[in-house]
């Protein structure tokens, strides 16, 4: 009997004690307590390393929650075990260097147990502590310097570690082991023991990477592992052929490509940023909404998650790495465009973990294939990722059309090297006031781009911590599996990537840019809705950027049901506030401006402010977008025919969707449309017969006359810009216009509009927008291409043209061609 096992549990019973009145443990995940509690079989913990201080940590979590005590003792082959635990590592001291000698003592012995006794049999749950990693808590400069990381530390470090982050500590719970599963039949017992160990380490190192990130090798050394890789290699042999140079000339190259592209993590400046920008959102933003985490929750572990936010702002690199931190993930490696590069800055960056791409890979051969292979080494040692596909960031509050050139290099690495399965997560950012909105308005008005330099940067940060922002809500969306979305493509692809198939093979292209349509789907499938947003759509939708308080309200709150009793989505989120609450909102936060009146108030809108909101109505544009439509019918229509409502949204529907990323198949838009029409119905924006074969607005002065023709407004300039650009192509007629001459008439065309009829919306005017539509009506084959690149078209146009007369007035048709027919 050991003579100094009683002092020893006194030591553990004191440490125990005095942590307890210190230490604040956070559980992740949250369900990890329920899957331990109440099991049929003994629990055996195996902790991550050898430490007093984390078996303590481990006691007094179990002590306060009822689960199975460590320091119990178990029945291991009918003979009582002194403990129900076990490390990994042991820490190395003067008499014993070698580490994990005990644990696989104590589990050869389990092992053995389980062997001779059929009936034994125990569950073996990894438990790994992380000091300072607990989500929710703010850092202290201190505490920065002894966070968590792969290090294995000494007993000095791991005192301050304690002083300085014990009330900042997460204990992470695996899922438990069922050790006779983890015997193969067949296996001797040494080699089961082996088994069970690798399986062990790889759910802590998971565990560990889930919480703040793979091991990351010196950046020098990922350098030069990237320069050792057979297509760097092949890369610059052809770089030297077609540009003449020494083969040392042009390794010094790739290697200065590579240095300029790959981050420098740091997990204590990580850690010390995180506690500026705790007090940076305390002082600009009202609060940080953080929605639909159980997205993360189930895909962080053993899974390479590939975060794809909308592109709002600067402060999206920021904000989304922040909370993640907070949240107690790892910190992803953010994709950033090399103008960021700036001196200090970039350095700061880059210990954060960005890493730098250009905008442009062409005119250099070498270049992508170093930064594909950089990609690729990311992703194989599993540390999350994040970059934006719209390639910039909005300047109308829509979604950009997405460019698929870091989507295709990740597709391809996983094809070339498919270890870790890949989960992409959408991210909606929702600013109710977004700190380059004035910048935005000017560049859409024709200022060009300022370019990024420190100087600017330090004048904008003075500038902004000055003002307030409203709140920012972050929602997760639904998480995309690359492997299903692949065997969409491809049923057998894992056998072609085993056979090493072409990269180039067309249905990988397709694949890309499905999954690049999908992501902005899902983005806005998770929008926030907040009250400056539905404050806009209101507004905006009037002539004069005013209404009365009463209707204003009712309009509000009209919205409101709309998306509670036709939801869009479950993961959209909505304001809770009453109408009234909105539009008191929006006045103190200088969106509105009241006039006062005997007959009562009127809420308006100033010009300037009139321009900046289309940006946040356009945040939510796509979730009205299919209401709107609706209502638009009803505009010059008094009554209707269901079959006529379908084949004019079946017409329209395919434009709007693809501009605006609607999450509707063609094929289910007639049921999304009779569920819109019977929520008309009992929201008493329309009267119907029957059998509901026709239907029927509201009398022309009641109030939900009013309602349905607000509501119809929403998309009523987006019908207008499709009809400009028809107009102007069957003025110009068949094969006598290029594509790119319709799309530059169109938008000197919507130029003028915007003036002769007031038009505040700066996307009517956005060339993109006229280019994607004439696009759209080429792969449709409504129009066709020349061979001396004209367009051509025919009746399907003539149809098109046709169905305008449903949606949009006489007014309107007849101000649009007075517009086009007088040049």
């Excluded at 049999?121 to 989500?135: C, K, M, N, Q, Y």
């Excluded at 992703?379 to 719209?390: N, Q, S, T």
């Excluded at 409504?782 to 949009?808: N, T, Y």
Aim: aromatic content about 10%; overall charge positive.
């Amino acid at each position: 009997m050991n003579p100094f096992a009683g002092l020893s549990r006194a030591w553990r019973f004191s440490l125990r004690k005095v942590l307890g009145l210190w230490v604040r443990a956070t559980i992740k995940p949250d369900d990890a307590l329920a899957a331990i509690d109440g099991r049929p079989r003994p629990v055996c913990y195996v902790l991550e390393r050898e430490s007093q201080t984390d078996f303590a940590v481990l006691s007094a979590v179990c002590a306060a929650r009822n689960l199975p005590r460590p320091a119990r003792r178990l029945m291991v082959g009918g003979v009582r075990a002194h403990r129900a635990y076990f490390e990994m590592m042991r820490r190395p001291s003067l008499f014993r260097i070698r580490n994990a000698a005990r644990a696989q003592r104590y589990l050869v012995q389990l092992v053995a147990a389980a062997a001779a006794h059929p009936q034994f049999d125990v569950d073996l749950v990894p438990v790994a502590i992380f000091w300072g990693r607990a989500p929710h808590k703010e850092v202290s400069w201190w505490r920065l310097l002894f966070s968590e990381d792969w290090i294995l530390v000494g007993r000095f470090r791991k005192l301050l570690s304690v002083i300085f982050n014990g009330r900042n500590t997460l204990v992470y719970f695996g899922d438990p082991i069922r050790l006779r599963d983890a015997m193969e039949q067949g296996l001797s017992e040494p080699r089961s023991v082996r088994r069970i160990l690798r399986s062990l380490r790889m759910v802590l190192r998971a565990q560990r990477a889930s919480s703040i990130g793979p091991d990351l090798s010196h950046r020098r050394t990922m350098v030069l592992q990237i320069l050792k890789t057979q297509a760097v290699r092949r890369a610059v042999r052809n770089e030297m052929q077609a540009r003449q140079l020494q083969r040392r000339e042009t390794l010094r190259l790739a290697r200065k490509y590579a240095v300029e592209i790959a981050a420098n993590y740091s997990q204590p400046m990580v850690t010390f940023i995180a506690g500026i920008l705790g007090r940076v959102w305390n002082s600009l933003y009202d609060g940080v909404e953080f929605a639909h985490i159980e997205n993360l929750s189930g895909v962080a572990d053993g899974a390479e998650v590939i975060y794809v936010p909308c592109h709002r702002s600067h402060m999206d690199y920021l904000l989304l790495s922040y909370i993640i931190y907070r949240k107690g993930f790892a910190v992803p490696h953010v994709a950033a465009g090399v103008n960021l590069n700036m001196p200090v800055i970039g350095r700061f960056m880059r210990k954060c973990g960005a890493f730098f791409l250009r905008r442009s890979f062409k005119g250099d051969a070498l270049y992508p294939v170093v930064f594909a292979k950089y990609l690729g080494f990311m992703m194989a040692r599993g540390h999350p990722l994040e970059y934006f596909i719209e390639g910039g960031r909005s300047r109308t509050g829509r979604l950009l059309s997405p460019r698929t050139g870091m989507l295709s290099m990740t597709v391809r690495s996983y094809l070339r090297d498919p270890k870790r399965p890949v989960m992409f997560m959408p991210v909606y950012f929702g600013y109710e006031r977004i700190v380059e909105g004035r910048t935005y308005i000017g560049e859409l008005s024709g200022r060009p781009k300022q370019k990024e330099s420190v100087f600017m940067l330090l004048r904008s940060i003075v500038s902004v911590l000055r003002s307030k922002f409203g709140k920012v809500h972050v929602n997760l969306g639904r998480p995309i599996a690359l492997d299903d979305l692949l065997r969409k493509h491809h049923p057998n692809w894992r056998a072609g990537a085993a056979e090493d198939e072409d990269p180039r093979a067309g249905w990988i292209g397709d694949a890309i840019s499905d999954l690049a349509v999908r992501i902005n789907t899902e983005i806005n499938a998770a929008a926030a809705v907040t009250p400056i947003n539905l404050v806009a759509m209101a507004i905006l939708a009037t002539p004069r950027q005013a209404l009365p308080e009463l209707d204003l309200i009712r309009q509000l709150e009209l919205y409101q049901r709309l998306l509670h009793d036709a939801p869009y989505s479950p993961l959209v989120t909505v304001t809770p506030d009453s109408g009234q609450q909105m539009v008191a909102y929006a006045e103190a936060f200088g969106l509105l401006q009241r006039q006062k009146h005997p007959l009562g108030d009127i809420m308006r809108m100033s010009a300037e402010n009139a321009v900046l909101a289309t940006y946040y109505r356009n945040n939510i544009l796509h979730l009205f977008a299919m209401p709107s439509l609706l209502a638009c019918a009803f505009v010059s229509n008094a009554t209707m025919r269901t079959t006529d409502i379908h084949r004019l949204v079946w017409r329209v529907y395919p434009y709007i969707s693809a501009e605006l990323f609607l999450r509707w198949e063609e094929a289910e838009v007639g049921a999304a449309a009779d569920a819109l029409l019977d929520t008309f119905l009992r929201l008493n924006l329309l009267q119907a017969n029957e059998n509901r074969s026709e239907w029927r607005r509201p009398p022309p002065t009641s109030i939900d006359a009013i309602r349905l023709s607000v509501l119809a407004q929403a998309t009523i300039q987006t019908l207008e810009r499709y009809y400009l650009a028809i107009a102007l192509l069957l003025q110009a007629g068949s094969g006598a216009i290029t594509p790119e001459a319709l799309e530059e008439r169109c938008h000197l065309m919507a130029q003028r509009m915007t003036v002769l009829y007031g038009l505040n919306s700066p996307e009517f005017v956005d060339r993109s927008l006229f280019r994607n539509f004439i696009d759209l009506l080429r792969r449709r084959n409504v129009i066709q291409m020349s061979e001396d690149k004209k367009l051509l078209f025919g009746e399907p146009l003539l149809g098109v043209a046709a169905d305008a007369q449903w949606v949009l007035s006489e007014q309107i048709r007849h101000s649009i061609l007075q517009v086009t027919l007088g040049q």
